[in-house]
T-cell receptor
Framework: GNSVTQMEGPVTLSEEAFLTINCTYT??????LFWYVQYPGEGLQLLLK?????DKGSNKGFEATYRKETTSFHLEKGSVQVSDSAVYFC???????????FGAGTTVTVRA | NAGVTQTPKFQVLKTGQSMTLQCAQD?????MSWYRQDPGMGLRLIHY???????DQGEVPNGYNVSRSTTEDFPLRLLSAAPSQTSVYFC?????????????FGSGTQLSVL
């Protein structure tokens, strides 16, 4: 079956630091990959996506590249802000059905 | 626009009690779903619906019932609450099944079962 593994947190950073959250996946076929973000007290929001190998998703300064050879979709941001404090979820969608498989989530706290 | 509205935001139940978590969307979405979020486990799909009158089980359906009598509403029922159902519950909808990039989430219901 499909599964997503992402690095465990929590992660605590200072403002303007570089952020990387690792995500690897197991899937049959060619899934679409996503990063969702959950701000305190809110539901999940789509942050970025990639639908095929070597695609790069980007949004709000965050980037992730779909690496088929390493089955990875690591999230990066070059300079984080306090407002980036949130829980980040990696997810995949199997093209053969419409269900999302989520990673466990990584809590990121950015200190001023 | 309200989007996906979940009620209540917080609920405490005693073991064996029943309750219904409400979910409503005003975007005319065909697809609606319920997830539970547990520490270290991410979100897991409980039940989903691809349209009014159609529901199906997800990854962790035991102990939960759903119905979809209208396009707008997708309530989740706990018939006899157990402590293992203590979790944060999210409802989500999308225009059609398979549009994961267009999945809208509600703000969640935090449920504690004592």
């Amino acid at each position: 079956g499909n599964s997503v593994t992402q690095m465990e947190g929590p992660v605590t950073l200072s403002e303007e630091a570089f952020l990387t959250i690792n995500c690897t996946y197991t899937a049959t076929g060619y899934p679409s990959l996503f990063w969702y973000v959950q701000y305190p007290g809110e539901g999940l929001q789509l942050l970025l996506k990639a639908t095929k190998a070597d695609d790069k998703g980007s949004n709000k300064g965050f980037e992730a590249t779909y690496r088929k050879e390493t089955t990875s979709f690591h999230l990066e941001k070059g300079s984080v802000q306090v407002s980036d404090s949130a829980v980040y979820f990696c997810a995949l969608s199997d093209p053969n059905d419409y269900k999302l498989s989520f990673g466990a989530g990584t809590t990121v706290t950015v200190r001023a | 626009n309200a989007g996906v509205t979940q009620t209540p935001k917080f609920q405490v139940l005693k073991t064996g009690q029943s309750m219904t978590l409400q979910c409503a969307q005003d975007m005319n979405h065909e697809y609606m779903s319920w997830y539970r979020q547990d520490p270290g486990m991410g979100l897991r799909l409980i039940h989903y619906s691809v349209g009014a009158g159609i529901t199906d089980q997800g990854e962790v359906p035991n102990g939960y019932n759903v119905s979809r009598s209208t396009t707008e509403d997708f309530p989740l029922r706990l018939l006899s609450a157990a402590p293992s159902q203590t979790s944060v519950y999210f409802c989500a909808s999308s225009p059609t099944p398979g549009h994961s990039e267009k999945l809208f989430f509600g703000s969640g219901t935090q449920l504690s079962v004592l």
